[in-house]
């Protein structure tokens, strides 16, 4: 078992930045996958940054880059996203997934993750 824990979020303006943190316990003495995913009243929860934590292979929704970039934090099983130019659309609850790779991959597919956290809000006012 591996439990993911959110920190940070919040309330900005339009423009401003924002960053939330993510840190996965239980577990981890293996690599995985560590991703964040949103979700917006009324929609589906998109896929927005992955990374994997066996080395520097990461992911970006195509439809943020240039805004959203992920990193390692100081411990392994630590991630960062860090958010900036936000706008009122990028308003969703945050959650934080760990997803463990098909054999021999680095990478995981929406449908590898397996443990959630409980996710952390992201408000943006124009």
């Known amino acids: 078992q591996v439990q993911p824990v959110e920190s940070g979020g919040g309330s900005v303006q339009a423009g401003e930045s924002l960053s939330v943190s993510c840190a996965a316990s239980?577990?981890?003495?293996?690599?995985?996958?560590m991703g964040w995913f949103r979700q917006a009243p009324g929609k589906e929860r998109e896929a927005v940054a992955s990374?994997?934590?066996?080395?520097?292979?990461?992911w970006i929704s195509d439809s943020l880059k240039g805004r959203f970039t992920i990193s390692r934090g100081n411990a392994k099983n630590e991630v960062h996203l860090h958010m900036n130019s936000l706008k009122p659309e990028d308003t969703a609850t945050y959650y934080c997934?760990?997803?463990?790779?098909?054999?021999?991959?680095?990478?995981?597919?929406?449908?590898?993750?397996?443990?959630w956290g409980q996710g952390t809000q992201v408000s943006v006012s124009s």
């Open positions: 997934a760990v997803g463990i790779p098909p054999y021999g991959l680095e990478t995981c597919g929406n449908h590898d993750y397996k443990y």
């Open positions: 239980g577990d981890t003495d293996n690599s995985f996958c």
């Open positions: 990374i994997y934590t066996g080395g520097f292979r990461t």
